[in-house]
């Protein structure tokens, strides 16, 4: 049963006031570009308020750098022999910041209010194919699925499925109580979010920060300023534009690491003239990878076939990453009947500049398949209600997921959530490789389901992926025992302060 601590402990660990933190030894100032919307583990939408899902709470299972997938809040799980039953059994010697135990009703309420349609969580594709939740005791929870699902202590790991009280539900917006290494403090929108050290986290000497404040600093300019004069320690998610800028200079160290996050040249099946597969083809014939790659991110980022990087261990090698085919692309169009090229607009979204770059590298190159393509810029309100999943051709990009399949088939799949958004792409031998792979009974039949999808995304296109994206963050030489993490959130419990 759930329990509270005495009144007298519960005030013992209230949190100092931020002006207080603020002056302390061991506070890790961090800057980022963009206000936060939401505290919400489950509302969550940009990769700042993903910090604080990170920092404040924690998941059943973490997903390590290398995508290794552990134990967190949950300590072992097992699976029956169909993958449709998955039981966990969750540590016995965790609570929340609030002072209340950890237990499997709040593992239970958690996942619940991401499936419920109300909650309106991006995550809730991830859990469709859950029947029932069931808590057999306050240590065990157990998951019953409508279909195998080999990855499924995978999502358990994601940024919006951190484990809340189940007790608590619209104070999570602006006051978020979670089990993580770090307790919320304050948030002062516009300025900055204040943490200070959870002195009961569950593993012992972590974490070694006495806290830390995310200070909002809109312009990059003014970032690299405040790390050279020491107002801040660390800059969350450089732009490729600042690692270029900034390679070689000995006040600033910088860390970088290949992600699963990419930009895309969309195609909209349902538009023509690229509702005809030979059309998407000529494009990506057409397009020169690593051009597009120089082009938009300096050189920042991987090119690829898709958002599988190549330092992934499914990474399909047999599949060369093609030149640039203007001929072979000219005669598809030719067979397609469109052999004098076409006229098109190509819609980019305004403020995000890879975007931005790649669609103008893109309009060049297929200039010389005679594709005249306008580029136009849309501004990001407009585009995401105007653009995005409505028009027949322009760029767009996504943050690193979880797994290889939260990351492939919401994409790809007849019905994948971002499929029926996007490019429309209606493949039958694509949903049965992504089906195979979800079911597959062990890592090698997974990868070989995995490497059969990317051969198919290349000879049969809904899009062009033309790279995977490097994350980057810039640092203190004070700062010690920091390392970048694929999935662009901060992992701060080994960082300490010099």
């Not at 019905?415 to 890592?443: C, F, I, K, P």
């Amino acid at each position: 049963m759930r329990h509270l601590k005495t009144a007298a402990l519960a005030l013992a660990i209230l949190p100092l006031p931020g002006a207080a933190l603020a002056q302390e030894d061991g506070v890790l100032r961090i800057a980022i570009p963009s206000n936060l919307n939401t505290l919400d583990p489950a509302r969550t939408k940009i990769g700042e308020e993903y910090i604080v899902n990170n920092l404040v709470f924690s998941a059943l299972t973490e997903i390590t750098a290398g995508g290794e997938v552990l134990p967190d809040l949950a300590e072992s799980w097992s699976a029956n022999d169909s993958l449709t039953e998955w039981t966990f059994e969750l540590r016995g010697d965790v609570t929340f910041h609030d002072g209340s135990s950890f237990e499997a009703a709040d593992v239970k309420a958690t996942i619940e209010r991401v499936m419920d349609p109300e909650t309106a969580s991006t995550a809730r594709v991830n859990f469709e194919l859950v029947e029932s939740i069931t808590t057999v005791d306050d240590d065990t929870i157990r998951f019953s699925l409508s279909e195998p699902y080999a990855g499924f202590p995978d999502i358990l790991g994601d940024r919006h499925v951190r484990i809340v009280p189940s007790e608590l539900d619209s104070a999570l917006a602006t006051e978020p109580v979670g089990t993580g290494p770090f307790r919320f403090v304050s948030f002062e929108p516009g300025n900055r979010v204040t943490l200070t050290r959870n002195d009961d986290y569950y593993i012992d000497g972590q974490p070694q920060l006495s806290g830390v404040v995310l200070q909002i600093i809109p312009e990059r300019s003014a970032q690299i300023a405040a790390l050279e004069t020491g107002e801040v320690d660390l800059l969350w998610d450089i732009t490729p534009e600042m690692v270029m800028q900034n390679q070689g200079n000995a006040q600033i160290m910088i860390d970088s690491i290949p992600t699963s996050t990419w930009d895309g040249v969309i195609m909209n099946a349902s538009v023509p003239p690229f509702d005809d597969q030979r059309v998407r083809k000529a494009i990506a014939m057409a397009l020169d990878k690593r051009f597009l790659t120089e082009v938009a991110l300096f050189g920042t980022g991987t090119p690829t076939n898709t958002m599988i990087p190549p330092n992934h261990p499914f990474y399909n090698d047999a599949l060369e990453i093609p030149e640039a085919d203007p001929d072979g692309a000219k005669a598809l169009l030719a067979e397609a009947g469109l052999g004098d090229g076409f006229e098109v607009t190509l819609y980019v979204p305004a403020g995000r500049p890879t975007r931005e770059r790649l669609g103008v590298a893109v309009a060049e190159t297929l200039a010389k398949i005679d594709v005249d393509v306008e580029v136009q810029r849309v501004p990001w309100d407009r585009f995401i209600s105007e653009i995005e999943g409505k028009a027949g051709f322009f760029t767009d990009g996504f943050y690193s997921r979880p797994t290889l399949d939260t990351s492939i088939y919401p994409w790809y799949h007849s019905s994948g959530s971002w499929n029926t958004q996007l490019w429309h792409y209606e493949n039958a031998e694509m949903d049965a490789v992504l089906d195979a792979a979800r079911s597959a009974g062990s890592e090698e039949a997974r990868a070989e389901a995995y490497r059969e999808f990317q051969r198919i995304a290349v000879e049969q296109p809904a899009g062009v992926i033309p790279y995977v994206m490097n994350h980057a963050n810039a640092y203190s030489p004070r700062v010690k025992g920091f390392s970048s993490h694929p999935m662009m959130w901060l992992d701060l419990r080994n960082v300490s302060l010099e």
